[in-house]
Structures are given as C-alpha cells and as structure tokens.
C-alpha cells in the first residue's frame, strides 16, 4: 500500500529561524511530489512542484528536495515568519500517463512564534 | 483566490436528506477530483475524472455519487449519509498529462452530518 509520511507532525519555532520538513514515500514508481499549504479550515494552496526527473525547485524563501533513492522529500523555509504558520502537506503522484490522484501525508503543523 | 470554486462552503445536513456539492474549474483543465478530509487523517482520494469519464473510484460507498457533465464542472450528490461522513471535501483540478499532474485544489466544502 502506498504511504506517505511527515515528521514531524507539529514544530514550533521563533520568528527568522530556518527550518526543514520532512516527508517519505514508500512506492519508488513516484511521478511527482507537491508541497501544499493548508490554512485552519481553508482548502490548499499549492507551493512547489517536483518533477521525478528534477532534484529540487525553489520559490522565494522555499526550497524542496526529492530523493527518489532514498523516498524522501524535504521543504526548507528560511527566514521564518509569524505568516508562515500553516499545515504543510506532501503529496505524491504515481503515474504521469493521465489524471491520477495523489497520496497524502497528515501534514505538519508548524507555528512561527513572534 | 483559486481558479477552482465549491458551493455551499458550509452544509449541514440530516441523514436523510439529499444534497449536492458543486465544484467549477476556470483554469481550462480536462481532469477533476474529489477527495475527503477528515479530522487526524490524510486527505483521501475519492473520485477522478479525466475528460469527463470517471477513471477512479477509490472504494467509496454508494451513498456518494458523482457527476462530471463536463471538464469545467464537477458535482458530488448525497444521499442517506451517516454521522462519520462529515468532514471537509475538496475538489481539484489539473491539465494532463501536459501540465505534469498539478493539482489545484478548491475552498472546500465543510459538511456536517446530524
């Protein structure tokens, strides 16, 4: 059964710090990896996309990783602040052949102290 | 604000009613799907559709029928729901296979069983 999984669950941390979260995937025939984020009651906003062919991608002060080899993805967020707190969640995606669905993780619940 | 729309964004509904959830895409996409969030676990696929044809059901009951009159529209009707239904549903979107299966998600729909 294909599984995803995100430590850690929920990271609180001051305002500027730089910080990593982690997500692994357990089915190597991976298409795609997306990074989402969920505000308190509100849909997804999706914040990076990584091609099975790319390493990593970058928007403003986030940076993700795959690492197919190993099953592991990982978002960096520098420069930490208060509106960063949100749940961050990854996803993943099998087959690039049409529509398929993705496989979440629980997320990760992070707040950004003041 | 997303280019994909859902109606109502709240529903409260007893268990022997019917209803309908409606999701819109103005991004020009050819896939759609459901997924159900609830309470401690992850976002779980539900329903996809590529170019109107249903082309996963992920083992949902009967009691949750979906429609796909066309790429730009997607609807979730109810019927006869229980209690442990409620949660919040969301719907996607994504062009594929040439937008790499980038799925952007809806508001949601927070539904409540009674």
């Known amino acids: 059964k294909q599984e995803v999984t995100q430590i850690p669950a929920a990271l609180s941390v001051p305002e500027g710090e730089n910080l990593v979260l982690n997500c692994s995937f357990t089915?190597?025939?991976?298409?795609?990896l997306q990074w989402f984020r969920q505000d308190p009651g509100k849909g997804l906003t999706s914040l990076l996309l990584?091609?099975?062919?790319?390493r990593e991608q970058t928007s403003g002060r986030l940076n993700a990783s795959l690492d197919k080899s190993s099953g592991r993805s990982t978002l960096y967020i520098a420069a930490s602040q208060p509106g960063d707190s949100a749940t961050y969640l990854c996803?993943?995606?099998?087959?690039?052949?049409?529509?398929?669905?993705?496989?979440f993780g629980k997320g990760t619940h992070l707040i950004i102290q003041p | 604000e997303t280019g994909v729309t859902q109606t109502p964004r709240h529903l409260v509904m007893g268990m022997t009613n019917k209803k309908s959830l409606k999701c819109e895409q103005h991004?020009?996409?050819?896939?759609m799907y459901w997924y159900k969030q609830s309470a401690k676990k992850p976002l779980e696929l539900m329903f996809v559709?590529?170019?109107?044809?249903?082309?996963e059901n992920n083992s949902v009951p009967s009691r949750f029928s979906p429609e796909c009159p066309n790429s730009s529209h997607l609807f979730l009707h109810l019927h006869t729901l229980q209690p442990e239904d409620s949660a919040l549903y969301l719907c996607?979107?994504?062009?594929?296979?040439?937008?790499?299966?980038?799925?952007?998600f809806g508001p949601g729909t927070r539904l409540t069983v009674t």
């Open positions: 996607a979107s994504s062009q594929d296979p040439k937008g790499g299966n980038e799925q952007y």
């Open positions: 089915d190597s025939a991976i298409y795609n």
């Open positions: 990584i091609q099975s062919s790319q």
């Open positions: 996803a993943q995606c099998r087959s690039g052949g049409g529509a398929d669905g993705l496989t």
């Open positions: 991004l020009g996409h050819n896939a």
């Open positions: 559709y590529n170019f109107k044809e249903q082309t």
